[in-house]
């Protein structure tokens, strides 16, 4: 899955040299770094990655060129691989689960930002690591709203056990901070707005002043024909909500976003290996590929298809069942796919907003899983 050395000029021009029989993942890093610029101008404080997204060295290196300086890593792997990267950059090591192992290797490369959300787990951050110059968030939760799935389901503390984490931070020497995240592909400005009130009423019952407040990931990428990310309004809505619950205790801000700094950046080339029957497309990529977060929230409508010329298949769009190349019965994408009529053996379709959660899970089982990268200027085709 190497990048490509050679630039193309967009997705098309690649696909009609190359006329390439695996799934090819193209990436922008204009794209890329104008999105990291959007966010750094646009949200008010410190902006940084979340690396399980999309850990590509290239996406990593074009944050850092855009001005990015933090990242949340979630794992000793990541942690390695910025400090590789990026050895001056800020990491926030805020999966609130680790093994002693991961905090001493944490504490090892100078990790100095960690987040929690139960007594068990912060009993053995303050065992294992040095009070100075340390940050510990709070993680809660609250019911979501507006989010594809649910991340509250596995992490977060209730309101009331992040009150009694914070004053044991607080009483324990670290610099105590907060944090949330209020769900993946969130669409609603709103659900920040929740959880800041919430954050602000925690730090009020716990009768701690805290340092940061970190509003978490959950920022979409394009993923609907049409329907734009809110991003400008979620920045506002933060940025006022912040204000008025906080007054004059207003913490110093972050962010993290995943999804909606690498997800645009990329677009997926599938190619059709068979129309059956006028009803099913099986394509050479598929949930146990690229595809699997398809499966989990829901498809990426922002779809073309091309001939093998690379000319666009102009037939009246319907939907259509679409299946990738295992012979697993649940490699289907769900509901019906929106194709051209005239699509056939042979064609390209061309998924963008493909950046986040692609490279990462994709798997070669049954023998397929070949994702070759390549870089373009643009990803128009």
């Not at 995240?181 to 609603?188: A, K, N, V, Y």
Request: proline fraction near 6%.
């Amino acid at each position: 899955m190497g990048l490509s050395k050679s630039i193309w000029a967009n997705p098309t021009e690649f696909l009609r040299a190359q006329s390439p029989e695996n799934p090819v993942l193209f990436f922008a890093p204009s794209a890329a770094q104008a999105v990291a610029r959007r966010f750094i101008d646009g949200f008010p404080g410190l902006v940084t990655y979340a690396v399980k997204s999309n850990p590509g060295e290239e996406m990593i290196e074009n944050l850092v060129a855009a001005g990015i300086k933090g990242f949340d890593c979630a794992s000793p792997f990541e942690i390695d691989l910025i400090r590789r990267l990026a050895p001056d950059a800020v990491i926030h090591y805020n999966n609130p689960v680790r093994s002693r192992t991961e905090i001493a290797l944490a504490v090892a490369r100078n990790v100095k930002s960690y987040s929690v959300d139960s007594k068990s787990e912060l009993a053995k951050l303050i065992e294992m690591v040095p009070v100075a110059d340390t940050e510990i968030s709070v993680r809660f939760k609250l019911p979501v709203s507006g989010a594809a799935y649910n991340f509250g389901a596995k992490f977060g503390a209730t309101a009331e056990v992040a009150v009694e984490l914070l004053s044991t931070v607080a009483a324990a020497g670290y610099i105590p901070s907060i944090t949330f995240h209020p769900g993946t592909q969130c669409t609603d400005p709103a659900a920040w707005a929740s959880y800041i009130r919430e954050a602000a009423e925690i730090a009020r019952k716990a009768g701690i002043k805290i340092a940061r407040l970190n509003v978490g990931g959950g920022f979409p990428n394009h993923r609907a024909v049409g329907i734009l990310p809110q991003l400008d309004a979620t920045f506002e809505t933060i940025g006022r909500v912040a204000r008025e619950a906080f007054g004059d205790a207003l913490p110093a801000l972050i962010c993290e976003p995943g999804r909606a700094l690498c997800g645009d950046a990329f677009t997926l080339a599938a190619r059709v290996k068979s129309v059956r029957d006028g009803v099913h497309v099986f394509l050479n990529d598929g949930i146990y590929g690229s595809l699997l977060e398809l499966g989990q929230i829901g498809i990426i409508d922002r779809i073309e298809v091309l001939d093998p010329q690379g000319n666009h298949r102009t037939g009246a769009v319907h939907g259509w069942i679409c299946f990738g190349p295992t012979c697993d019965s649940i490699d289907r994408l769900p509901g019906d796919v929106p194709f051209p009529s005239d699509i056939t053996e042979g064609d390209y379709v061309i998924v963008h907003g493909m950046g986040s959660y692609s490279t990462v899970t994709n798997s070669r089982f049954n023998g397929f899983g070949d994702l070759h990268r390549a870089t373009v200027l643009s990803l128009d085709v």
